[in-house]
């Protein structure tokens, strides 16, 4: 363990679970399989530009990212009504269905990066105790932790909604660590 920690704790999305990438990916296929439906002219690769900003956008805002980390089904709906707003795809109705079809296959596109249970695997056969700390609603990271077969890896888990606070507030680390 030389040089090791004794206790390492990971993020689950965009650390273990490839979110940002499968993401784009599924926008983009979502932004070419609306495009016909939407207002005559729509381009899917401008549609798409304009969901990514949107995404930004609203990530960047601190009252957005409060809430929209709980309640990820709204804050896509805000998201795809700002990017179909702005870009003139269509209305608030088709930005909905466009938003619920994310929300609904979001779980299908989610992959672990390259390595990472592997990493868990080679880490905890070292002997590092291992915890797990994301933010969150409870529902949705516990079905990715299952989906994935995560749990055993780790010693300890701390999702932001069972703790009552999340990252980057110290205490749910100094909490977990101590566990």
């Avoid at 207002?39 to 929209?68: I, K, M, N, S, Y």
């Amino acid at each position: 363990m030389s040089g090791l920690p004794p206790v390492l704790l990971f993020d689950l999305d965009d650390t273990i679970l490839d979110l940002s990438r499968t993401a784009l990916r599924l926008w983009a296929e979502l932004c070419r399989r609306f495009a016909p439906e939407l207002r005559p002219g729509t381009d899917p690769d401008a549609l798409f530009a304009a969901v990514g900003a949107a995404v930004q956008r609203f990530w960047r805002d601190p009252e957005c990212r409060r809430w929209g980390g709980l309640d990820l089904e709204r804050a896509r709906r805000v998201i795809v009504a700002d990017a179909f707003t702005r870009s003139g795809a269509g209305s608030g109705t088709a930005a909905f269905a466009f938003a619920d079809t994310f929300s609904r296959e979001r779980r299908d596109f989610i992959e672990p990066f390259p390595g990472a249970i592997e990493t868990l695997v080679g880490l905890r056969e070292r002997g590092l105790r291992l915890g797990l700390v994301t933010n969150g609603r409870s529902k949705t990271q516990r079905e990715k932790i299952r989906r994935f077969d995560l749990a055993r890896h780790f010693d300890v888990i701390a999702v932001e909604e069972e703790f009552g606070v999340g990252k980057p507030d110290p205490a749910i680390f100094l909490r977990s660590a101590q566990r």
